[in-house]
Structure formats: C-alpha cells, structure tokens
C-alpha cells in the first residue's frame, strides 16, 4: 500500500495540487455570492477560509512524520501545500479587514486590542517571507540559512491553533483538536533515538561525585 502510495506520488505532477487546494475556495466565494452561507455570510466565509488554511498548515506539518512513521512520501508536495495555506490565510485576514470591519482605524485598534487577531496577525506575517522564499532560487541564494527561516512555520501553526481556540470562546472541542494536531505532529518530528543518545553521551561524560 505504502509502496502504491509512493508510486502514485513520484508520478504525480505538482502542478494539480494547487488546483485542487483552490477549488474550496472558489465554492465557499461562490456560496457567498449564491447568499447561501446563512445569516451572517461574512463571518461564515471568514470561518471557512481560516479553517481550511489551518487544515492546511497541519497537513504541510504532517508530511515529515508521514515519511518518518509510515515511509510515506509526499516531500514534493510541502512546498505547494504552504503555499495554497498562505494564500488562504491572506483571503481569510482581507474578508476581515475589508469586508467584515472596512476601516482602517478599526482594523488597527482590533489589533492592538483583541489577542486572538494580534496572533492572527502575528501567524500572517510569519507566512509572508516564507511565502516570498518558497522557490528554489531563494533556497539556493539562502544555503542553510532557508532551512532555519523555514523552521518559523512550527511556531506559525501553534499561533493558528491558538488563534482559532481563542477565537471560540469558552470550552470548545473543535479548535482543541486542532490545537492538539498541531502539536502532536510537532511531537513527532522529535527523533527520539538522537535525543536518547544525546543524553546518554552527556550523562557518560558527567564527573564522578
């Protein structure tokens, strides 16, 4: 099965990926346009969007340990995935800001204001130079260093987490299994032999009392 899926995977063009990650988002516009996202339609898009970017975001953060746990190999894939998570992130932060508030003031003082959309914000801005260096002449020009930038997107997902489970207010057990998602993959990319012997090695080392 894992061999299939690998199979599938090599002979799969990137190029599709992108329009599949689309096509939600042209249906959740078009339902808003048909009015057919109930009674508070701008709200309602901006929930869909925000959502489906964080699936995204956890599915991105999943490729590692798919490869890692299950010899799964989708690593072709990541950078498209990101990608298809920022443009949802960016239309889901322009609903709110022009079509649900609409002015500029109240756009900056909702920041400065309300902590669940500062770390909104925050995950947003976080996105834009990954975005901008998701290519292979920026991951050239950047060497090593690509690979350190790229790694804000582990902090990234926690703030969308936290972002969404905030934004619900009282107990609620959607955004925690999201929030939790984020962090069990987060989990995972530990390698737990390289850490065993990293502590084994400093305790060998210790001095004798």
Not at 59 to 79: D, S
Request: charged share 20%; with cysteine; glycine share 8%.
């Amino acid at each position: 099965m894992v061999e299939h899926i690998n199979h599938l995977s090599r002979k799969l063009p990137v190029w599709p990926i992108y329009i599949i990650g689309a096509a939600p988002g042209v249906f959740f516009i078009m339902l808003g346009i048909r009015n057919e996202l109930g009674p508070e339609p701008i709200a309602k898009l901006e929930h869909l969007l925000g959502e489906f970017a964080l699936q995204m975001l956890i599915l991105g953060l999943a490729i590692t340990p798919l490869r890692r746990v299950l010899r799964i190999n989708l690593f072709k894939f990541r950078r498209a995935i990101g990608l298809i998570a920022f443009g949802y992130v960016l239309l889901h932060v322009l609903t709110w800001a022009l079509l649900d508030i609409g002015d500029l003031n109240r756009i900056w003082a909702d920041i400065m204001k309300r902590p669940y959309i500062t770390i909104g914000m925050l995950a947003l801005l976080g996105l834009i130079p990954l975005a901008l260096t998701s290519n292979n002449f920026a991951q050239r020009r950047l060497g090593a260093r690509w690979r350190q930038l790229h790694r804000l997107t582990y902090g990234i997902c926690i703030l969308g987490g936290l972002h969404f489970v905030m934004l619900r207010k009282g107990f609620q057990i959607e955004p925690l299994l999201y929030l939790g998602s984020i962090l069990f993959l987060l989990s995972a990319r530990i390698d737990i032999r390289k850490w065993w012997i990293f502590a084994a090695d400093r305790k060998s080392k210790a001095p004798m009392p």
